[in-house]
């Protein structure tokens, strides 16, 4: 057996060369068309064999304190002892505007991969799964602009850059074990490129040994194209359920049965099982409405979130594996129960008790 000390040396050597590569293929330094990259050795057996996931329902976690490594490290604690055995684990990149080529990391906003490696593993030593969703985020948007609607001056420099973002987030989601990896997020107007797609998807094989998914909008999963190179058809799930500031359990369930309807009827086709990679109510009056606006107004209500959490129980949990896989609550913070108006953590909220059922299996 290898001493410890040089085993740590030689884990913090692959963390650093695998940043080095990032950044020389994402930042510009070196050849735009070519990422960076290196074979990793292998890895021991994962503790739960891929083949064998249990059903998936947790909660997402967003990575973008630098400073709040142990929060996290405590929130993962807390969530086992909740009876939680999945966790979505969301990092981000940015580039400047909707029209820029460049992706870069920002350490203020950013971990580390040493501190990512850190949060995977202790969720893995857990035995909590787990599931990598690198994201992108602009710095700079004015009016409607988003991600889902970029338009780079250069597409081959901006999937250039992409690609190393994405290969260097596969990397350290194999080294940490992660059982799930999504290739990219709510990135609509990249959609019909569909060959980009297709090589990203086969280069991330190439390194990542788990499943593999793509983040859809709720509204746009029909118009991806390279499904069957994936395991799941994942999307994000931010329905109009009712516009009612008043509404039934019964009445949001009946909206649901249509949404589902449609959504395995589209599974069914592609020959996919489906998964909700994000799924989520604040605490204001008008989610159910409009629980997409993550900048809503309204009065807080936090009945209105127990009913849309209680609908979506009810219509989602009785589904066989192979079409339904299941869901990832959006979100869970590190600390204690959040007091931001809006907020669509659960902590703290009466629809906590329901979910912590939910996510233990019960």
Not at 43 to 56: C, K, M, T
Not at 181 to 199: D, H, I, Y
Not at 215 to 242: E, R
């Amino acid at each position: 057996m290898l001493p410890r000390r040089f085993v740590q040396i030689a884990v913090g050597g692959m963390v650093l060369l695998t940043t080095l590569a990032f950044m020389l293929s994402v930042t510009g330094m070196g050849r735009p068309q070519k990422a960076i990259t290196r074979r990793l050795p292998p890895l021991p057996p994962l503790h739960f064999p891929i083949s064998g996931l249990p059903p998936i329902r947790g909660f997402s976690m967003q990575l973008d304190n630098p400073h709040g490594l142990t929060g996290y490290l405590h929130a993962i604690a807390q969530l086992h002892a909740m009876g939680c055995t999945w966790i979505n684990f969301v990092i981000n990149a940015r580039q400047h505007d909707v029209h820029a080529d460049n992706i870069h990391i920002d350490p203020q906003v950013s971990l580390t991969p040493l501190q990512i490696r850190k949060v995977l593993l202790a969720a893995h030593h857990l035995g909590i799964h787990t599931m990598l969703m690198p994201i992108l985020l602009l710095n700079h948007a004015t009016g409607d602009d988003w991600r889902g609607v970029i338009k780079p001056k250069n597409w081959n420099i901006w999937f250039a850059r992409y690609r190393g973002y994405i290969l260097a987030a596969a990397d350290w989601a194999q080294q940490a074990h992660v059982n799930i990896f999504c290739v990219g997020s709510e990135l609509l107007s990249t959609e019909p490129f569909n060959t980009q797609w297709l090589r990203i998807i086969r280069m991330v094989r190439q390194r990542f040994h788990g499943k593999l998914t793509y983040s859809a909008n709720w509204d746009h999963y029909q118009h991806v194209h390279f499904w069957p190179q994936l395991d799941y058809i994942g999307m994000n799930s931010y329905y109009d359920l009712s516009d009612s500031k008043d509404p039934t359990t019964a009445a949001v369930v009946a909206h649901w049965q249509r949404i589902k309807h449609r959504i395995l009827t589209f599974a069914a086709r592609e020959r996919k099982p489906m998964l909700f990679t994000e799924i989520g109510w604040d605490n204001l009056d008008n989610t159910l409405a409009k629980p997409w606006d993550y900048v809503g107004t309204g009065l807080v209500n936090p009945h209105n979130q127990f009913i849309a959490y209680q609908a979506f129980v009810r219509v989602w949990r009785t589904l066989p594996a192979g079409s339904f896989e299941g869901a990832f609550i959006w979100e869970w913070l590190p600390g204690c129960k959040p007091t931001d108006y809006g907020a669509y953590s659960p902590q703290g909220e009466p629809v906590l008790p329901l979910l912590r059922h939910w996510v233990s299996g019960k």
